[in-house]
């Protein structure tokens, strides 16, 4: 070990550890959830997560930092799920402990295809079989957590529902064994690496994601073109680019009510989160083709990784 990372206190220990698994099984409600406050944005839509995000839990000596990943899927061509993978797998580059999270008995072939990414790894994986609080025939559990455990060799499996909050505390207890001595390398009031500019973005996308369901594919990307402070209160401005005009219309909704909708419930979120009066305003524009191209994510920052 690094003689700078050796801590005064023998039990101060600090790591990172990624979340990973195929989309929707609950890694982002996972992490709000240990936080206690939220972070990451979810919905009942698959790959609601598209950047990495970082949540700092601090508890005595242990400093546990979770990554959470955009969900692993099946490899498809479009450059914005191309770059979501690659997100999803540089985030097992030097992590100290995975949390490898599935959907209660339902083992798939995505589900295989992220067991076979965990495969080169040597650092402990803990498997966590989550929304045990949607489980129809408690019985059926045990058979499939013995089922589970031939897949590989798991640190500790664990059932939980990150949702409800059951078995969280075995989850992060163990978490916290595995991470090795050190220093811890935030402050400890620390809670996300992430800019308000970022995390206001975030929660104008999951409004949309979640106003819009299955109407609008994954092509929508938000800008903050503005993020200014003026006496108590934030003024910011959010531009929300979509792929075709026929997207803009529904975004938009009748008389602009969708619209509407979305900035009152975004501009709660964040006032909360700033604990700070906020005036929202909020753009539509089309860009075409955007979610097919490098270039544009680029433009939208979404190269860092
Ligand atoms: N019943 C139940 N639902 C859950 C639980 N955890 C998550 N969910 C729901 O599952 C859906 C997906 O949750 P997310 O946290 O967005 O899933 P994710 O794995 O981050 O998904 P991607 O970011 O798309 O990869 C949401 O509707 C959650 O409310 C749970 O413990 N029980
Ligand atoms: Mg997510």
Redesign the pocket.
């Known amino acids: 070990m690094n003689d700078l990372m050796q801590p005064e206190d023998p039990n101060s220990r600090c790591g990172f550890v990624a979340i990973v698994?195929?989309?929707?099984?609950?890694?982002?409600?996972?992490l709000?959830h240990i936080l206690g406050q939220k972070l990451?944005?979810?919905?009942?839509?698959?790959?609601?997560?598209r950047h990495q995000v970082l949540g700092i839990k601090t508890e005595g000596p242990v400093q546990a930092i979770y990554v959470?990943?955009?969900?692993m899927h099946e490899d498809e061509p479009r450059a914005l799920n191309r770059a979501m993978n690659k997100a999803a797998s540089s985030a097992l580059i030097d992590v100290d402990v995975v949390v490898f999270?599935v959907d209660q008995l339902n083992w798939t072939s995505a589900d295989e295809m992220v067991l076979e990414k965990l495969k080169r790894l040597t650092c402990p994986v803990i498997l966590a079989v989550?929304?045990?609080?949607?489980l129809e025939k408690r019985e059926l559990l045990l058979p499939h957590l013995d089922m589970l455990s031939k897949k590989r060799e798991f640190a500790e499996i664990i059932p939980?529902?990150?949702?409800?909050e059951?078995n969280l505390e075995p989850l992060e207890q163990a978490v916290g064994r595995f991470l090795p001595q050190s220093v811890h390398f935030y402050p400890d009031d620390q809670v996300t690496d992430r800019s308000e500019r970022f995390m206001a973005a975030e929660m104008v996308r999951e409004k949309i994601t979640r106003q819009l369901g299955a109407e609008l594919p994954y092509s929508v990307a938000v800008e903050i073109e503005e993020f200014k402070r003026q006496g108590n209160t934030l003024h910011i401005s959010a531009l929300i680019l979509v792929e075709r005009e026929g997207q803009k219309k529904i975004l938009i909704g009748d008389k602009g009510e969708r619209m509407r909708r979305i900035g009152q419930e975004a501009r709660a979120d964040m006032e909360r989160l700033f604990d700070s009066k906020v005036m929202l305003r909020l753009w539509v524009k089309v860009k075409r083709g955007w979610a097919d191209s490098d270039r544009a994510l680029k433009s939208l920052g979404m190269n860092d990784f």
């Open positions: 698994g195929r989309p929707n099984v609950g890694k982002s409600t996972l709000n990451s944005i979810t919905s009942r839509k698959p790959q609601t997560t959470d990943t955009p969900g999270m989550n929304k045990v609080d949607r939980l529902s990150a949702l409800k059951t």
